[in-house]
Nanobody, 124 residues
Framework: QVQLVESGGGSVQAGGSLRLSCAVSRTTASRVCMAWFRQAPGKEREGVASMEGTNNITSYADSVKGRFSISQDAAKKSVFLQMNSLKPEDTAMYYC?????????????????WGQGTQVTVSS
């Protein structure tokens, strides 16, 4: 089992930055993939970034590539999402997620573990 708690959301102006944090507990070091998803009003939940837990292979949605960066601390107890050059269309509830399955893509069905979410609002 994995417990996830997000923090770091807030309201920023377009062009600003935020760093989201996800505290990870009740997990092991083996084959865990961590990911960030987001869901805006009227839209389905979409994958933003993921990191494979063993080799730290990262993936990003095209919409955030070059602006967002996912990382983990050395102990793999936290995962972060650094968000730069934020745009109004980045406004969404952001969720930390984890899976022991493959995370080669952002198939939401592969992620059984979720945090409660943290709101990110970007104003123009």
């Amino acid at each position: 089992q994995v417990q996830l708690v997000e923090s770091g959301g807030g309201s920023v102006q377009a062009g600003g930055s935020l760093r989201l944090s996800c505290a990870v507990s009740r997990t092991t070091a083996s084959r865990v993939c961590m990911a960030w998803f987001r869901q805006a009003p009227g839209k389905e939940r979409e994958g933003v970034a993921s990191m494979e837990g063993t080799n730290n292979i990262t993936s990003y949605a095209d919409s955030v590539k070059g602006r967002f960066s996912i990382s983990q601390d050395a102990a793999k107890k936290s995962v972060f999402l650094q968000m730069n050059s934020l745009k109004p269309e980045d406004t969404a509830m952001y969720y930390c997620a984890a899976t022991y399955r493959s995370c080669l893509d952002f198939n939401i069905g592969r992620y059984p573990y979720w945090g409660q979410g943290t709101q990110v609002t970007v104003s123009s």
